[in-house]
T-cell receptor, first 113, second 115 residues
Framework: KNEVEQSPQNLTAQEGEFITINCSYS?????LHWLQQHPGGGIVSLFM???GKKKHGRLIATINIQEKHSSLHITASHPRDSAVYIC???????????????FGKGTKLSVKP | DTGVSQDPRHKITKRGQNVTFRCDPI?????LYWYRQTLGQGPEFLTY????????KSRLLSDRFSAERPKGSFSTLEIQRTEQGDSAMYLC?????????????FGEGSRLTVL
């Protein structure tokens, strides 16, 4: 079993819909990242969070440390939101684990006009 | 400074050849990371540097792979005697970390195709 699991793997939505992407992890973490990857490969960091909730424009990210779960929400979705959304966690602990992000496989979102 | 840049963006090579990728991080960032991503998968950690020191290497980084960051600025990732299984997107990211973990900034990636 992967240490970071995302659901769903693929998601198709109509423009304007509210979208939720989920991320569950099984290790202790110091931070969780939500990333967006467009076709062609470039990755953009959307959020880094270790507790609570963050909002940026139409994007909201929440994390529940006790339940080891995070969600990424997109309100009023738009075709330009179509991308792969990746959850990544930074394992807690010193020494050798500092640089090691563990990534989920991503959720491919397609928003239809 | 416009962000993390990687060069080349695309590389096609024949099996057995050596290839080198370069990453220029955001100038004040002290940490630099290399990841590999194959089709349909999330990125996998390869190695990271804090300034010029290579602090961690994944077991994915076989002895054919070597990474350097000689002056704590740009980094190179070299793959010797390439194999078809090395075909992937190689991603570089940088961050500024002090006490608190910094946000990651990724480059556009270098796509390697080994024929």
């Amino acid at each position: 079993k992967n240490e970071v699991e995302q659901s769903p793997q693929n998601l198709t939505a109509q423009e304007g819909e509210f979208i939720t992407i989920n991320c569950s992890y099984s290790v202790g973490i110091s931070a969780l990242h939500w990333l967006q990857q467009h076709p062609g490969g470039g990755i953009v960091s959307l959020f880094m969070l270790s507790s609570g909730k963050k909002k940026h424009g139409r994007l909201i990210a929440t994390i529940n440390i006790q339940e080891k779960h995070s969600s990424l929400h997109i309100t009023a979705s738009h075709p330009r939101d179509s991308a792969v959304y990746i959850c990544a966690v930074k394992k807690k602990g010193g020494g050798g684990s500092q640089g090691n992000l563990i990534f989920g496989k991503g959720t491919k979102l397609s928003v239809k006009p | 400074d416009t962000g993390v840049s990687q060069d080349p963006r695309h590389k096609i090579t024949k099996r057995g050849q050596n290839v080198t990728f370069r990453c220029d991080p955001i100038s004040e960032h002290n940490r630099l990371y290399w990841y590999r991503q194959t089709l349909g998968q999330g990125p996998e950690f390869l190695t990271y540097f804090q300034n010029e020191a290579q602090l961690e290497k994944s077991r994915l980084l076989s002895d054919r792979f070597s990474a350097e960051r000689p002056k704590g600025s740009f980094s190179t990732l070299e793959i010797q005697r390439t194999e078809q299984g090395d075909s992937a997107m190689y991603l570089c990211a940088s961050s500024f970390d002090r006490v608190v973990t910094g946000e990651l900034f990724f480059g556009e990636g270098s796509r390697l195709t080994v024929l």
